[in-house]
């Protein structure tokens, strides 16, 4: 497995995977299938170049088996935080320590930038998500109520925080 950062050369298998995990896990993203699946490939190429976002990709060979991103605050008084965003792995590839390998990667990466805080949010639930958070260092320190509705139904999202320094 190589985990490395994703490129825009990478957006057909990016949007790819994305779409695959808003389809199959609705739950635990704040994005849904129905909006993404209709912006077209340009829109993930953009994603790709954004100087502000960090995807990072697990590769097993060719294929594209896992995805998070870092979304870096722009405002002066909050740069020296970002946001992890987008953590996907299907469901045939969990087990294998692809989760663990990205976070790695990215909290690394945040750090070599200078970034001192990372932040997330995970929908209130989802075992194995704060499992892997909380093993990579991410204490929860809040809770949204209500963050998300999803199929009529109302959601809370976790707050979870973790200190690169």
């Not at 790709?48 to 870096?72: K, M």
């Not at 805080?117 to 949204?144: C, H, I, M, P, Q």
């Amino acid at each position: 497995m190589q985990i490395r950062r994703l490129t825009s050369d990478d957006a057909v298998v990016y949007r790819a995977l994305r779409l695959r995990g808003l389809r199959e896990h609705p739950e635990a993203f704040t994005s849904s299938w129905e909006d993404d699946e209709r912006k077209p490939l340009a829109a993930s190429h953009a994603r790709l170049q954004d100087p502000a976002t960090t995807f990072w990709g697990a590769f097993d060979g060719d294929a594209l088996v896992g995805i998070v991103g870092l979304e870096r605050l722009r405002r002066p008084k909050e740069r020296h935080k970002a946001w992890v965003v987008g953590m996907y792995v299907p469901v045939e590839d969990a087990g294998r320590g692809i989760g663990a390998a990205l976070l790695q990667a990215l909290c690394a990466a945040a750090r070599d930038e200078g970034l001192r805080d990372l932040l997330l949010s995970v929908t209130d639930g989802n075992a194995g998500a704060l499992a892997l958070y909380r093993k990579a260092g991410f204490a929860v320190v809040g809770r949204e109520p209500r963050a998300v509705l999803v199929d009529g139904r109302f959601l809370d999202k976790l707050q979870m925080h973790r200190a690169l320094d």
